[in-house]
């Protein structure tokens, strides 16, 4: 009330009080009970009779008042991480920068987090202002404003369902906006990986970023540099695993920020050749997440580099070396200079260097070597890879056609069609299938075949 009047006197009328939400009831907000989690409710009843406040916040609010039913809940509350933890039976207290609580239910897990307090000043910080730690806990209304973004600082409290709005989030849904909360550049200082959520949220749910959220990132892009490789990486794979990667890498470009971010961006965005590969993949990987199937990061990750992979693959060629050992130097180079600047696990890396290395082997279809192919644990990811190499016109299309007949057919139909890849690889040019014996050009031949076979042999 007095602030208010405060405000009235100084004319600032239509600035909103920050410390106190909009509260919208059912009729308002529309959210249908029916997309929140049995679980969320649980764990808001619990704490709410416990005596603590206890709201599903964030990204599920957010999804909620979209329509769509969260694919997770978060839940935020007064309660302290020790005092959250004794309320469950499965609960344990995680993370140094951030510490929360993980509430299971078989599998299905909450994330419950104390409101963190405006405070931020006094927090651990690096040379250049990115906060390291920050465990400071404090009121509802500081909670909301550290919060990133208007659309993702709202709280719906399922006993009443009730949407706790201090920053103007249910506008901005309803306007398709994407709004940071605060100041840009110090929001931004703070966490550059911010920079990085805000694409993706305008990718994935089609908004548009408000011209004040959106200035500063061209000019504040090299900040992520400074941010640990592997959290980097995480906002990464989320953005090409959002089912709107293709949208993300765009609007990382038109945001300005595919620049010096992650090497393979630059790579795959400046090179038109590439392009129609990357999109390919990028493509079918969004057709599979929207569809519910799995989507593997070898996998894309694969697809992403394979033009770096190509060129040098082609480079150490020229300069003498063999087809296979070439390909794995390429290889080499290449997971060298992603791994240092993009954390890339070594699981994931592995998965890449199988999918690549497995590439030659598809072009050698006589005698054993399809049959052989065929029984590799990641063949199925070599085939798909293959597939998108012919769809964008690096490999004849025939050479996939006939690897989706031989995958398909029954054991007599695949002696036939090695049969018919036999006579035909007899009489393509020598050039592009090392052959076994002596050949006229010095240097190819036998070693690579030796190479080859010894590939073959290796799972
Ligand atoms: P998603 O659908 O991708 O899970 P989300 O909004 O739920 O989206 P989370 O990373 O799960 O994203 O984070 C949950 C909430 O925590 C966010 O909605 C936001 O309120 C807050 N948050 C997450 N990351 C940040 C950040 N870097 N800075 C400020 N607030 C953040
Ligand atoms: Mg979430």
């Known amino acids: 009330m007095i602030k208010k009047f405060i405000r009235k006197i100084l004319g600032v009328k239509d600035q909103r009080d920050l410390t106190e939400p909009v509260i919208l009831g059912p009729d308002e907000h529309q959210i249908d009970p029916k997309n929140v989690s049995a679980n969320a409710v649980r764990v808001t009843q619990t704490l709410q009779e416990a005596g603590y406040k206890a709201f599903v916040v964030g990204g599920a609010v957010r999804d909620l008042l979209l329509g769509v039913k969260p694919k997770d809940f978060d839940i935020a509350t007064d309660a302290t991480p020790e005092q959250v933890k004794r309320l469950f039976r499965r609960a344990f207290i995680i993370g140094r920068r951030f510490q929360i609580v993980h509430v299971m239910f078989g599998q299905d897990l909450l994330e419950v987090t104390t409101f963190r307090g405006a405070g931020s000043d006094n927090a651990p910080k690096d040379e250049h202002g990115r906060v390291l730690r920050d465990n400071h806990f404090g009121p509802q209304h500081e909670d909301a404003a550290r919060r990133d973004f208007t659309i993702n600082a709202m709280y719906y409290d399922p006993a009443t369902q009730s949407v706790l709005d201090y920053h103007g989030g249910i506008e901005d849904i309803r306007a398709k906006t994407l709004r940071i909360i605060g100041m840009p550049e110090a929001r931004y200082r703070e966490d550059p990986v911010r920079m990085l959520r805000v694409v993706r949220f305008a990718a994935k749910l089609g908004f548009t970023i408000e011209p004040t959220t959106r200035a500063p990132i061209p000019v504040m892009a090299p900040l992520i ?235």
Request: with cysteine; net charge neutral; glycine share 8%.
């Open 225 to 459: 540099d400074n941010v640990p490789a592997a959290r980097v990486f995480d906002e990464m794979l989320k953005l090409l695993l959002s089912g709107h990667a293709l949208a993300c890498l765009k609007e990382l470009r038109s945001a300005g920020l595919h620049h010096g971010l992650l090497p393979l961006l630059d790579v795959v965005l400046e090179q038109p050749i590439g392009m129609k590969f990357v999109t390919l993949a990028l493509d079918s990987t969004d057709g599979r997440v929207k569809a519910g199937k799995g989507v593997s990061p070898g996998f894309l990750f694969a697809s992403l580099l394979w033009h770096q992979v190509l060129e040098k693959w082609n480079a150490y060629r020229a300069a003498g070396e063999m087809p296979i050992p070439a390909l794995h130097l390429a290889a080499d180079d290449v997971l060298e200079t992603q791994t240092d600047n993009l954390a890339l696990q070594r699981r994931i890396a592995t998965d890449m260097r199988d999918i690549w290395a497995m590439q030659p082997r598809f072009e050698r279809r006589a005698g054993r070597a399809p049959y052989k192919l065929l029984e590799h644990p990641r063949f199925r990811a070599g085939y798909d890879f293959l597939l998108l190499r012919c769809a964008s016109g690096e490999l004849p299309a025939e050479i996939g056609e006939w690897w989706t007949e031989f995958y398909e057919a029954e054991g007599g139909e695949r002696e036939r069609l090695v049969a018919v890849a036999s006579t035909r690889e007899a009489a393509a040019p020598k050039k592009r299938r090392p052959r076994r014996g002596p050949r006229k050009s010095a240097g190819e031949g036998a070693p690579v075949q030796a190479q080859a076979t010894a590939g073959g042999g290796d799972e």
